[in-house]
């Protein structure tokens, strides 16, 4: 079981950078892909980042493909997301999610069991 909290959120100008961090407890931290998915109102949640167990696989949507970086540190128990190039369309809850390992890269919001409460990012026109 894990327990995910999110914090970096914050209010951004247009083409700054802003790194969320999502720091985990629980056992074997090592054992779960993570991914960063955000929510901006009235919409729905959409993934922007993958990861897997040991960060050597990554996954991007083309929306924030090339500014976003998604990395993890297992031994502190943290995953982070570092956001370059930041657009008003950005805007949104950034949550902070994970699954078992299963072989792949989980794409789909229904596959994550574990969920941080988010953190709001707000990048103004």
């Known amino acids: 079981q894990l327990q995910l909290v999110e914090s970096g959120g914050g209010l951004v100008q247009a083409g700054g950078s802003r790194r969320l961090s999502c720091a985990a407890s629980?056992?074997?931290?090592?054992?779960?892909?993570m991914g960063w998915f955000r929510q901006p109102s009235g919409k729905e949640r959409e993934l922007v980042a993958a990861?897997?167990?040991?960060?050597?696989?990554?996954y991007y949507p083309d929306s924030v493909k090339g500014r976003f970086t998604i990395s993890r540190d297992n031994p502190k128990n943290t995953v982070y997301l570092q956001m370059n190039s930041l657009k008003p369309e950005d805007t949104a809850v950034y949550y902070c999610?994970?699954?078992?390992?299963?072989?792949?890269?989980?794409?789909?919001?229904?596959?994550?069991?574990?969920w941080g409460q988010g953190t709001q990012v707000s990048v103004p026109s």
């Open positions: 629980g056992r074997d931290f090592s054992r779960y892909g």
């Open positions: 999610a994970g699954a078992l390992w299963i072989g792949r890269l989980v794409r789909r919001a229904e596959e994550y069991v574990y």
């Open positions: 990861v897997s167990w040991g960060g050597r696989i990554t």
